[in-house]
């Protein structure tokens, strides 16, 4: 009697045994199988979400395509950086002049490059002398008739006391990074080989 109960006990153990085998890789297998669908419902529903909003989404690009040209336009395309600099350095000695200073000190000190922006520029050291309400004017027509101009330092000094800061005979020192848009260069033409037998 109590060998078929073992013999009994034996088959459901190795039932549930093989069950277990089947069933747990088939859950497993099912499971994997939802993640992968439930993914490829999202990227179903943003494709459906980009294609809805194509018009939307070309209207933005345009726009941002010409934002991004018109601010670009800001900046002087330059194929010769040495010209670019004696251009800035004229433009910004004319406007001293014409504010009535003297330009006592004007020195390029830094090249450099915004990579990201596909622009450089070059660093200037520029001494004025005069008026100290002339510095603090030709400061502000710097700014606004340049642009492509971003003032770094602006310091004053004033060479002799007096008793109003209108009149007051000053130095200033400004240091100015004056950006443009470099040209393309030609990409450098490999040396020519020798014809084959040349010694």
Do not use: C
């Not at 939307?56 to 941002?64: F, N, S, T």
């Not at 050291?125 to 971003?150: C, M, N, T, Y």
């Amino acid at each position: 009697m109590a060998n078929p109960r073992v013999r009994w006990m034996l088959v459901i153990v190795a039932v549930l045994a093989a069950l277990r085998l089947v069933i747990v890789p088939w859950v497993n297998m099912q499971n994997e199988e939802r993640q992968q669908l439930e993914l490829l419902t999202h990227r179903l529903d943003r494709a459906t979400g980009v294609v809805g909003n194509k018009d939307a989404i070309l209207a933005a690009r345009a726009k941002l395509t010409k934002e991004t040209a018109a601010s670009r336009a800001m900046f002087p395309a330059a194929s010769e950086p040495e010209n670019f600099r004696l251009d800035a350095q004229r433009n910004i000695v004319a406007i001293a002049t014409g504010g009535g200073l003297k330009v006592s000190l004007f020195d390029w000190i830094l090249n450099g490059e915004v990579s990201g922006a596909g622009l450089a520029y070059g660093r200037a050291s520029v001494k004025l002398e005069g008026p100290f309400d002339r510095l603090i004017s030709v400061h502000g027509e710097l700014e606004g008739s340049l642009p492509h101009a971003a003032i770094r330092e602006f310091n004053v000094s004033l060479r002799t006391p007096v008793t109003g800061p209108s009149n007051a005979a000053a130095i200033a020192t400004i240091v100015v990074d004056l950006f443009y848009r470099p040209a393309a260069q030609p990409p450098a033409q490999a040396p020519p080989t020798p014809a084959a037998g040349a010694s």
